[in-house]
């Protein structure tokens, strides 16, 4: 373990025992001749001599004497890693956590091949909750909590953290929920700040509409921001979507949230529109549940993870990610959560559309386009002997995402179609 984190549980002890306190505990722990350097790396034994020695002098459990040291060490830790320029000065807890595993942890093992950072994964879920897989043989998972606490505490933010699967309980890791527990402080976005930041870097915007029950999306640009409204320009077809609905869900590419406005004027020719009342959704979509459909027929799909391929059939489908079924596999556990994988299949999109088209070659309606997307394990069940696992896609670029929204519109035009024929003829129907 890095020298960095001896010194910190060493501020730690002298600010509630003082140096005494430091000098007992190492002699508790049979380390009264051990020094301590932020540049090196020492063995893991001691670091585990030191957290064992550390209950009985602060009078608290392991668990309690781990946590109250993770509070101590957060501010810190913040501090070096803005000093070094990892994280920014303005960001809070879910910012933060976000980015530890990729951003800091794996900057710091690169500039140091002796640091041995613990296996932490992080999805940020909504813009208030995050989850996050842990792994590691030091098994410091309520070290993570302080840790949390610490950060909660550092930004005035209540936050609520559940461990449902624990190593300590029998888990293969550590699965951690962390929330947000104030009802204002997780609807609260800089709005402003996050359009003039699209404005600026001439980024693009996804917008989400629904018309007869189909998805239309488009990406598009923010032209103008006002503390009021917002001018954009994005495709003619969504404008009228919009026009329709008189509101619109979009997405911005630097913030991973749903953000809901009300349509003002649309200008069909210009391709533009204004949206006003812009506030922050729940969840990557708001409240707009999204499209999520069953293949009409079978889909095969392959998997892969690190260096592991596997085969599967896609269960159902939406434009944020699929759930597979897979045979059950020693491999495939907790452990790949929230890994990155790369998924390809193949949509058929002949034969979900061309439904009229009665000279179709046999070629035509099997063939498909083809997808290779990348994505987070969000979830692995066993289910009737088989793995069940959810996937959730990364940034789509537009020619995948129209694909899976083509296909999806065709599916409800199918389903629609095969149950508009049923409700004509009751009688027929083999509905219980
Ligand atoms: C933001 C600034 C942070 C910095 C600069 C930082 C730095 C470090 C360093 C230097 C180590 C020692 C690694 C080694 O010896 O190989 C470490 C370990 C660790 N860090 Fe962080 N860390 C930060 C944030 C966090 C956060 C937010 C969490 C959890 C929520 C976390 C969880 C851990 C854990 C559990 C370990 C112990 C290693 C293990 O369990 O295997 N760190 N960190």
């Known amino acids: 373990m890095n020298g960095i984190i001896f010194l910190a549980c060493e501020d730690f002890i002298v600010e509630r025992l003082g140096l005494d306190g ?23 034994a001691e670091a585990e ?33 803005q000093a070094m320029g990892l994280i920014g000065d303005d960001w809070t807890t879910m910012d933060i956590l976000e980015f530890v595993p990729d951003g800091v942890h794996g900057v710091l093992a690169e500039d140091d091949p002796d640091m041995d950072p613990p296996d932490m994964r992080t999805l940020r879920l909504k813009h208030g909750e995050i989850a996050i897989a842990y792994m590691s043989k030091r098994r410091l998972c309520h070290m993570i909590r302080g840790i949390i606490q610490g950060l909660g505490e550092m930004y005035d933010e209540p936050l609520a953290i559940e461990e449902p699967v624990c190593m300590h309980h029998g888990g293969l890791l550590c699965r951690m929920s962390v929330r947000i527990d104030d009802p204002y402080l997780v609807r609260y976005v800089d709005i402003p700040r996050e359009f003039e930041l699209v404005r600026s870097r001439i980024a693009e915007i996804t917008f989400y509409n629904r018309y007869k029950g189909v998805p239309i999306i488009s990406s598009g640009l923010v032209l103008k921001y006002s503390e009021e409204e917002v001018l954009i320009q994005t495709d003619r077809e969504q404008l009228l979507a919009m026009k329709m609905e008189g509101v619109t869900h979009l997405t911005l590419p630097h913030m991973h949230l749903g953000i809901k406005a009300r349509v003002d004027s649309v200008d069909i020719k210009k391709c533009m529109a204004v949206l006003y009342q812009v506030v922050l959704a729940d969840g990557v979509l708001g409240r707009r549940r999204q499209t999520r459909i069953k293949p009409h027929k079978t889909i095969l799909i392959r998997l892969r993870h690190k260096f592991t391929e596997y085969q599967g059939e ?25 890994a990155p994988v790369r998924m390809a299949f193949s949509l058929p999109m002949n034969s979900a559309t061309d439904l009229d088209c009665e000279d179709r070659s046999e070629d035509e309606s099997i063939r498909g386009r083809y997808l290779a997307l990348d994505g987070n394990c969000l979830n692995v069940e066993e289910r009737q002997g088989k793995n069940v696992l959810r996937v959730v896609f990364g940034t789509l670029i537009d020619a995948d995402r129209s694909t899976i929204n083509d296909y999806i519109s065709a ?20 509905d219980e």
């Open 22 to 44: 430091w000098d007992a505990l190492m002699a508790k722990a049979g380390l009264s001749e051990c020094y301590y350097q932020p540049d090196q790396s020492y063995p893991d």
């Open 49 to 81: 001599a030191i957290f064992s020695a550390m209950p009985e002098l602060l009078e608290l459990s392991r668990e309690e004497s781990l946590i109250a040291f993770g509070r101590h060490m957060a501010p810190g830790l913040v501090e070096m890693a």
């Open 314 to 338: 896609i269960l159902d489908l939406s434009v944020s990610g699929l759930s597979m079924e897979v045979e059950t596999s020693d491999k495939l556990n907790e452990l790949v959560l929230f």
């Open 411 to 430: 599916c409800t035009r199918q389903f629609q179609a095969i149950r508009d024929l049923k409700d004509a003829f009751p009688e027929y129907s083999d």
